[in-house]
Each structure stands twice: as C-alpha cells, then as structure tokens.
C-alpha cells in the first residue's frame, strides 16, 4: 500500500521559512518522479513543484520560483520542500505526490498524501 506522510507545516509569518517532509512507503521512492502540490481554501490544486527520479530535473510554479527549493533523498525514501520569503497567498494545504504534473483540468493523478497545513498569517 502506497504511504505518503507530511510533516513540517504550521503557522509562520510572512517572510518566514518553513521546511515541509514527506516519508514515503509501499513503493519504490527512487524509481518515481515526485512532486508537491497545494490546495487554497476554495480554490483547485495547483502544481507547485516537481522533481525527477534522479533528481535531474526540477519544476516550479512561477509564484514560488526563487523562493521554493525541492529535494529528495532517494536512501531514506523522503521528499522536502524548503520555502522561504512566505506569502500569505502561500497559505494551503500541501500534498506530496508520486508522479509528475499531478494535477489535469484540475483533477488529481497519482498517490496523494493526506496533507499538511502551512498558514502564513502575521
């Protein structure tokens, strides 16, 4: 069974940092391209950030470019997400997901963990 778990997220102010996990099971981590994606209060997913298997190749939305930086660590089966100079508009919940370009018209492909809430709010 497929496991996604994140771990990091909280309250932070703006311009703050925060640095998001996400441990994985129940497949072969360093065979799959990873990614991150969020979810606003009334608004659809949006594709934050993507990395391949080998950590060749990165994806960023353009919001987060300069201030997100995505990682992986294939030995101990977990995926990261450092952000810094937070925005409110950050503010979501944030999956870790087992593929790239996770999100098609808006609906979901892959293995979607359960999320963890990052609030950035003075």
């Known amino acids: 069974e497929v496991q996604l778990v994140e771990s990091g997220g909280g309250l932070v102010q703006p311009g703050g940092s925060l640095r998001l996990s996400c441990a994985a099971s129940?497949?072969?981590?360093?065979?799959?391209?990873m990614s991150w994606v969020r979810q606003a209060p009334g608004k659809g997913p949006e594709w934050v950030s993507g990395?391949?298997?080998?950590?060749?190749?990165?994806y960023y939305t353009d919001s987060v470019k300069g201030r997100f930086t995505i990682s992986r660590d294939n030995a101990k089966n977990t995926l990261y997400l450092q952000m810094s100079s937070l925005k409110p508009d950050d503010t979501a919940v944030y999956h870790c997901?087992?593929?790239?370009?996770?999100?098609?018209?808006?609906?979901?492909?892959?293995?979607w963990g359960q999320g963890t809430q990052v609030t950035v709010s003075s």
């Open positions: 997901v087992n593929r790239w370009s996770p999100v098609r018209n808006g609906v979901r492909l892959g293995s």
């Open positions: 129940g497949f072969t981590f360093g065979y799959f391209d």
């Open positions: 990395m391949t298997s080998d950590g060749g190749s990165t």
